[in-house]
Nanobody
Framework: QMHLVESGGGLVQSGGSLRLSCSASGFNLDYYSVGWFRQAPGREREGISCLTISSNGTRYADSVKGRFTISVDKVKNMVYLQMNNLKPEDTAQYYC???????????????????WGQGTQVTVSS
């Protein structure tokens, strides 16, 4: 059975850093694309970064470009999101999600990803 589990969230001051981890079990990430999404209260879920594992191709939303970096450890079957220069507006529940490579239209579109973790909370204080 396929599972994704996020970890690494927490409370950080504005300008600080966090690294989120997404651990995959029950499937091999080599054939998937993995995205990070976030949802703040009262707002729609937003795609912020995705990674195609086979090509190491990445995409970022404009809101995080230059501050966040997505990466993969194929040995550990894990995907990471390094978040630097965090801002209060980055406060949200963060999720990782996966879909078979090519089996989607837009890896930053939440409706296109099939497998989801439960999320981890990130809170940035001003």
């Amino acid at each position: 059975q396929m599972h994704l589990v996020e970890s690494g969230g927490g409370l950080v001051q504005s300008g600080g850093s966090l690294r989120l981890s997404c651990s995959a079990s029950g499937f091999n990430l080599d054939y998937y694309s993995v995205g990070w999404f976030r949802q703040a209260p009262g707002r729609e879920r937003e795609g912020i970064s995705c990674l195609t594992i086979s090509s190491n191709g990445t995409r970022y939303a404009d809101s995080v470009k230059g501050r966040f970096t997505i990466s993969v450890d194929k040995v550990k079957n894990m995907v990471y999101l390094q978040m630097n220069n965090l801002k209060p507006e980055d406060t949200a529940q963060y999720y990782c999600a996966a879909a078979v490579e090519g089996d989607y239209n837009d890896c930053l579109e939440p409706r296109d990803l099939d497998y989801w973790g439960q999320g981890t909370q990130v809170t940035v204080s001003s």
